[in-house]
Nanobody, 122 residues
């Protein structure tokens, strides 16, 4: 399984970006798909995920970010609005098929994209 993340870039605070994660197989074959991020010097943290038909967000992005999926394109998106400098990080998409760890943690996912850098300037 391969995940290809794209869409990162440099944006001013208050701006928007949409990240995409294209999977090499059908997205409905995964029981969860999500986005994580890792800022310099910090641990990788969950941002949003889709699991059992529901969506979940970390508190800091609620109301600003939206995760969605297009099964026809085998792609998961992360629409990011009202971006803040503290959103600056490398964003990773992830997919879960066999893993049994908590879906809020990286250990809950089997497959990872290569990461895409999001930089928000103040």
């Amino acid at each position: 399984v391969q995940l290809q993340a794209s869409g990162g870039g440099l944006v001013q605070a208050g701006g928007s970006l949409r990240l995409s994660c294209a999977a090499s197989e059908r997205t409905f074959s995964f029981n969860a798909m999500g986005w994580f991020r890792q800022a310099p010097g910090k641990e990788r943290e969950f941002v949003a995920f889709m699991w059992s038909g529901n969506t979940y967000y970390t508190d800091s992005v609620k109301g600003r970010f939206t995760i969605s999926r297009d099964n026809a394109k085998n792609t998961v998106y992360l629409q990011m609005n009202s971006l803040k400098p503290e959103d600056t990080a490398v964003y990773y998409c992830a997919a879960r098929k066999f893993a049994s760890g908590p879906v809020y943690y990286p250990s809950g996912y089997d497959y990872w994209g290569q990461g895409t850098l999001v930089t928000v300037s103040s």
